[in-house]
């Protein structure tokens, strides 16, 4: 049987912590930071992990990853 392809746009998204939880950088930070509030830019630092519907999702496209 030949190994499952994971997906390499996911690769490069998420990445997975040792207990099996998915990171991701927070969304609608690459441009147009000036009609951002203040707050919304601070929230939106680092990394968040994803709810457990999400990651479901994300388990299907990274096979090799859990």
């Known amino acids: 049987m030949p190994k499952m ?3 390499s746009s996911a690769k490069k998204r998420f990445k997975v912590t040792a ?4 990171k991701v ?19 939106a630092r680092g990394t968040m992990v994803l ?3 999400d990651t479901k999702i994300v388990k299907k496209f990274m096979p090799y990853s859990f």
């Open 5 to 7: 392809k994971t997906k």
């Open 19 to 22: 207990n099996g939880k998915v």
């Open 25 to 43: 950088q927070a969304a609608g930070k690459r441009h147009g930071m000036i009609k951002r509030s203040n707050k919304f830019i601070r929230d």
């Open 51 to 53: 709810s457990d519907p």
